[in-house]
């Protein structure tokens, strides 16, 4: 079929054709958005789960819904080699102009930039030749002590006042969070206590790996009290078939139900998955029905490109002692194994691998569900490492 009508589209955040089985999780962002703009306390969010469940895909709809609740919105992807503050510093000037272009810029916007221009200033960041545009001078004593504990709390306060001033609010979209410093995650928490402390127009929603409540946890013991943790896993059986289905049948096209339940199996409901099959079964297709056997002349090339391009990247990136951790958990299969099964697997004492296990776990390659378990972050790489090391 025309590959130029082909509804799917597999990529890192690509936008489904149609969002299913997310439903609850929209509903929360737009329940916080509504309570935030009247001055209610709500919780924030933090997505949980594993590669390729589409929780990049619903930060970037949570932001479309914020916006049609005319908040002003900053979608941000943490990195490990860069800071919050320089994350956010472009971010939020951006922010405070565009607050500025409502009207003169008054007293609360003008302290706004104020405490940014002390916040750049004491952590010495280096965010570009940033110009300010007005003739504003740094505020001493706020936000400028270099420490982002005390510092983000007073910048996120200057910024919500000012949004407040306006009548408006902020939504701050942060995806890959567990990259970020244990620090700059606690000043986040922090920051967020003193929003609901003082009920400022300012919402946090996250998304990351399902070590992130770990994470967040560890650093402030009080976190669970300003935030929601949805976790987002892979689609029922039913869902996978609408994920599939829906979008091809105003095209004149169907997926039949044995068909359906092949790509349910070799996906596991997995959406990145989802979509990658539907992208090629469509076209492979010749014809408007789309059945058991195409699914199966289909299946090598998904495979093929999965390796090549989802699977590879990250195996690329591990030692090879890391990369025999992984093979040794392959082998036992895809679900969590104790941590003396694999060193058993190994042939290793246990104590020799807590090195390889914390650089996997930094990498965002494994975690932990439970005390003294790992598990894979990326479904289905237990059959990629099977494939990649068969002679291991």
Same mark, same amino acid.
């Given at each position: ?19 299913? %089985?997310?439903?609850? &999780?929209?509903?929360?962002? @737009?329940? #916080? =958005? ?5 001055? !209610? /306390? ?42 919050? %503050?320089?994350?956010? &510093?472009?971010?939020?000037? @951006?922010? #405070? =102009? ?5 009207? !003169? /810029? ?62 408006? /609010? ?223």
């Amino acid at each position: 079929m025309d590959p130029l009508q082909n509804p799917f589209s597999p990529g890192a955040g690509a936008p489904p054709p149609e969002i299913v %089985g997310r439903d609850s &999780v929209l509903n929360q962002s @737009r329940v #916080l =958005f509504g309570r935030i703009r009247q001055r !209610k /306390a709500e919780k924030s969010l933090l997505l949980t789960g594993l590669r390729g469940v589409g929780k990049t895909v619903l930060l970037n709809a949570m932001e479309r819904i914020a916006e049609e609740e005319k908040y002003k919105t900053i979608l941000l992807e943490a990195q490990e080699d860069k800071s919050l %503050g320089a994350l956010l &510093v472009p971010a939020l000037r @951006r922010l #405070l =102009f565009s607050l500025s272009y409502l009207g !003169k /810029a008054g007293e609360k916007v003008r302290r706004g930039f104020a405490v940014l221009k002390s916040f750049v200033s004491a952590i010495k960041i280096k965010v570009g030749d940033l110009e300010f545009g007005l003739d504003i001078e740094a505020e001493r004593g706020a936000a400028d002590s270099g420490d982002i504990a005390s510092d983000l709390p007073n910048l996120f306060q200057a910024i919500a006042e000012a949004a407040q001033a306006y009548h408006t /609010a902020i939504a701050i979209f942060i995806d890959e969070i567990q990259c970020l410093r244990l620090s700059e995650i606690s000043a986040l928490i922090m920051s967020m206590h003193k929003m609901q402390q003082r009920q400022l127009p300012l919402v946090l929603i996250g998304a990351g790996l399902p070590i992130l409540p770990a994470l967040v946890g560890e650093s402030k013991t009080y976190a669970e009290r300003l935030f929601n943790f949805p976790e987002i896993g892979p689609l029922s059986a039913s869902d996978a078939g609408r994920a599939l289905n829906d979008p091809v049948k105003p095209l004149g096209v169907m997926f039949t139900n044995d068909a359906l339940n092949e790509i349910f199996r070799l996906t596991q409901g997995y959406p990145y998955f989802l979509q990658e099959w539907g992208y090629q079964c469509w076209n492979y297709a010749q014809k408007p029905k789309i059945d058991l056997e195409l699914v199966k002349d289909t299946t090598p090339d998904v495979i093929k490109r999965l390796d090549e391009n989802f699977f590879r990247v990250r195996f690329d990136r591990l030692t090879f002692a890391e990369k025999n951790y992984l093979r040794a958990m392959a082998k036992l299969g895809p679900f969590a194994h104790r941590s003396g099964e694999i060193a058993a697997a190994l042939g290793v004492k246990i104590s020799s691998l807590g090195p390889v296990r914390a650089n996997l776990i930094t990498k965002g390659m494994i975690y932990s569900p439970v005390h003294g378990e790992m598990a894979f972050t990326v479904p289905l790489f237990d059959e990629f490492m099977l494939r990649a090391m068969p002679d291991s």
